[in-house]
């Protein structure tokens, strides 16, 4: 069983830059494909990154030319580079398995872009 945490997040302003990470422990970390998701107050929770087992990524169409996803599979880790940050992107980020229906959740990491 693979356990997930988020760091990283915090406030910063439009136009600034943020990394994310997720740590994870447990056997099978580096054969799933593992995502970054958001959700904002009164918004869906979205997909924004992911990326392979063999590093291959995809990105929401909101964030793409300014995300990106990379893993390190030895340290059992997950980052998300976060550049040219909009209002729009404040959101606690999670991250999880991509392309499977998820029954369990972490706490997040809080990001906040304002000025």
């Known amino acids: 069983q693979v356990q997930l945490v988020e760091s990283g997040g915090g406030l910063v302003q439009p136009g600034g830059s943020l990394r994310l990470s997720c740590a994870g422990s447990?056997?099978?970390?580096?054969?799933?494909?593992w995502g970054w998701y958001r959700q904002a107050p009164g918004k869906q929770r979205e997909l924004v990154a992911a990326?392979?087992?063999?590093?291959?990524?995809n990105y929401a169409d909101s964030v793409k030319g300014r995300f990106t996803i990379s893993r390190d599979n030895a340290k059992n880790t997950v980052y998300l580079q976060m550049n040219s940050l909009k209002p729009e992107d404040t959101a606690v980020y999670y991250c999880?398995?991509?392309?499977?229906?998820?029954?369990?959740w972490g706490q997040g990491t809080q990001v906040t872009v304002s000025s």
């Open positions: 447990g056997s099978i970390f580096s054969i799933y494909t």
């Open positions: 999880n398995r991509a392309y499977r229906v998820i029954s369990s």
């Open positions: 990326i392979t087992s063999g590093g291959s990524t």
